[in-house]
Nanobody, 125 residues
Framework: QVQLVESGGGLVQAGGSLRLSCAAS????????MGWFRQAPGKEREFVAA????????YYADSVKARFTISRDNAKNMVYLQMSSLKPEDTAVYYC??????????????????WGQGTQVTVSS
């Protein structure tokens, strides 16, 4: 069983930066690929970024590539999403997800084992 708790969301001006954190419980965290997804009002949830269970590979949505960076610290059971050059269209609830032994690209679609409750990110213009 893995529980995920996101934090770090908030209100930021366009062009600014935020770092989201996802704290995971459970002794097998290092065996889970981790991903960030987001859902804007009236839209479907979409993939943002993922990192493989071993941390050796990452994958990003085209819309955030070169602006967002995903990382993990398996010793602390943490996953991070560093977001820079934020745009109003980045406004959404951001969710952390975990999938056992998945690859980074494998996190894009399909069922996930665990989800967090989400954290709101609002980017003002």
């Amino acid at each position: 069983q893995v529980q995920l708790v996101e934090s770090g969301g908030g209100l930021v001006q366009a062009g600014g930066s935020l770092r989201l954190s996802c704290a995971a419980s459970g002794r097998t965290f290092s065996r889970y690929a981790m991903g960030w997804f987001r859902q804007a009002p009236g839209k479907e949830r979409e993939f943002v970024a993922a990192i493989s269970w071993g941390g050796s590979s990452t994958y990003y949505a085209d819309s955030v590539k070169a602006r967002f960076t995903i990382s993990r610290d398996n010793a602390k059971n943490m996953v991070y999403l560093q977001m820079s050059s934020l745009k109003p269209e980045d406004t959404a609830v951001y969710y952390c997800a975990a999938d056992y032994l998945s690859s980074a690209v494998g996190m894009v679609a399909g069922k996930k084992d665990y989800w967090g409750q989400g954290t709101q990110v609002t980017v003002s213009s």
